[in-house]
């Protein structure tokens, strides 16, 4: 199978594509790095906590996070406050401009989202987010080290080794 029709590398072209129409809300409309969106959706989820708890949604890292919210703080979209107990820690929260920021980006990328999936019908749609679910989770056992596939086409789960499925003579 020539690789740009891999499984693999059809998930990366269509990821490619939906990426670069969300960025070009946030990125395009907004201004916002990838980075930027990430750590402001991460605190208007997360209103009030600290940079620990945007890092574990966004699982970026202390100093993308840092340059991040720099960059909103300097843009007047949050205020990073010291914790009262521990002035190291630093807590995030939206300004009014943010909060309005925000609301137009999720608003926006709703109709992106409502646009890509009004083209399935509702079964598919189901069928479509079980799919991913699946996939997703073997990605993330494979990823982990959990599965290891050997090289005679058996996979090992858990230390069970399964038989593969036969290949179809069509495919």
């Known amino acids: ?31 916002l790095s990838r980075d930027e969106w990430r750590v402001l959706t ?7 906590e600290p940079t620990r708890a945007v890092a574990e949604m966004t699982g970026l890292d202390k100093v993308a996070i840092s340059r991040a919210a720099t960059a909103l ?5 949050i205020d990073r406050r010291e914790d009262r107990d521990d002035r190291r820690i630093k807590i995030l929260h939206l300004t009014r401009r ?7 980006i999720l608003e926006q990328m ?24 699946k996939i997703g ?7 982990s080290g959990e ?16 038989e593969r499925a036969p290949q179809s003579q069509n495919g």
Do not use: C, T, W, Y
């Open 1 to 31: 199978m020539p690789m740009q029709n891999s499984f693999p590398a059809i998930v990366s072209q269509v990821a490619n594509r939906i990426g670069a129409a969300v960025a070009e809300v946030h990125l395009g409309r907004f201004g």
């Open 137 to 143: 989770a073997r990605a993330e056992a494979l990823a």
């Open 110 to 133: 709703s109709a992106r989202e409502r646009f890509l999936l009004d083209g399935l019908d509702p079964l598919e749609r189901s069928l479509l987010e079980r799919i991913l679910a």
């Open 98 to 104: 943010g909060r309005e920021i925000l609301e137009a």
């Open 42 to 48: 991460a605190i208007g989820k997360a209103e009030g």
């Open 73 to 77: 703080e300097d843009a007047g979209l």
């Open 147 to 162: 599965v290891d596939p050997d090289m005679d086409g058996r996979l090992a789960f858990d230390g069970v080794v399964a």
